[in-house]
């Protein structure tokens, strides 16, 4: 699908970003566009990847719409993953994280709409469903955006979806990293609520969700993984016992964080009316009048849900979850 195509990832410095254009490069595109406006980062990408015939990096800023037009240019694949997406920072910077996750979205449909880019799959997250915090309200609104988009009248062609997922082991504002550092400190490991639980996959498990959505839409779905949860004390207990060579190491309450939620939801009950079975993911279809939905999902077997949450979900024993920092190189 993507061997001779050019690919435009947005945020494509980030966790995200940075690890697809790893899986991308081995299916020998035309031509990469790492898109961020973090010139750092690009600078490190640079000198780890090279800058050459089929990778190429771009200054620039999902809010700035002209630069996107620019970006998207000759693109046949698009994945959007720029965002603000620290939860205590956008409660703090609402306009900010306007911008950026909601406008910003709206300009790359656009700049999209106008080049006629065959497919867009945007990066969203658990916190759109029911959102309590700004950086889910946004999301939820780049959610419905990239849904819509499909209805534009004057859209020859391209396929809009999104692909939702929980927390990524190990990413930018990831509890993994932070217990890692504080263990290593000797402690106390902080914990918000002893009760808390989340979603949380692997980087390589987030890429594959992608690739499947963009493999597989049609146009207006949300593509969502079956994922167990993990019980966020439980986590911190295996981090422990691996990183602590035997100190003892504290754990701490410090109360709820600005925005923050106990447990995580990844489909609503809502959204559990219309969703469907799809192997390894579900996949939960617009509630518009869409009929290339409609044909393409037509005897499709319902999701046997009701919710699909974090508190509900089967949990990662320790076992799991030791086994998955393993695999991530989080612990030996």
């Known amino acids: 699908m993507f061997s001779g195509k050019r690919i435009l990832v947005t945020g494509g410095t980030g966790s995200f970003g940075h690890y697809i254009t790893t899986k991308l490069l081995s299916y020998q595109p035309a031509e990469i566009l790492v898109f961020s406006r973090d010139e750092k980062k690009q600078d490190d990408m640079r000198n780890e990847f090279g800058d050459g015939k089929n990778i190429r990096f771009i200054i620039g800023d999902v809010r700035d719409r002209n630069s996107l037009r620019k970006a998207v240019r000759g693109i046949d694949y698009v994945f959007h993953a720029a965002a603000l997406k620290q939860v205590p920072s956008c409660e703090y910077n609402v306009c900010e994280a306007f911008q950026t996750n909601t406008l910003g979205a709206q300009n790359l449909i656009e700049a999209c709409l106008e080049e006629n880019v065959k ?4 990066i969203s997250t658990d916190k759109a469903v029911k959102p309590v915090n700004v950086m889910g309200m946004t999301k939820a609104l780049q959610e419905r955006l990239f849904i819509t988009a499909n209805l534009e009248k004057w859209n020859k062609k391209t396929v809009f979806a999104c692909a939702r997922y929980g927390n990524v082991a190990g990413s930018r504002g990831s509890v993994v990293p932070l217990f890692k550092r504080q263990i290593e400190k000797g402690g106390p490991i902080t914990l918000t ?15 594959n969700l992608a690739f499947l959505a963009m493999h597989q839409a049609v146009g207006g779905e949300i593509f969502v993984p079956k994922i167990p949860a993990v019980n966020i004390i439980e986590l911190a207990e295996v981090m422990i016992k691996n990183l602590s060579l035997n100190k003892k190491i504290n754990k701490k309450l410090i109360g709820i964080r600005p925005g923050e939620e106990i447990h995580e939801v990844l489909i609503s009950e809502e959204e559990a009316l219309r969703t469907v079975e799809n192997g390894d993911s579900f996949i939960i279809l617009p509630s518009l009048n869409m009929p290339k939905i409609s044909v393409a999902y037509q005897g499709r077997r319902k999701a046997k849900i009701s919710e699909y949450s974090s508190q509900e979900a089967k949990k990662h024993s320790p076992e799991e979850i030791e086994l998955m920092l393993k695999e991530e190189g989080w612990i030996r």
């Open 193 to 207: 609520d002893s009760r808390m639980t989340r979603f949380i996959l692997t980087l390589s498990e987030a890429i």
């Open 119 to 122: 497919k867009v799959i945007t």
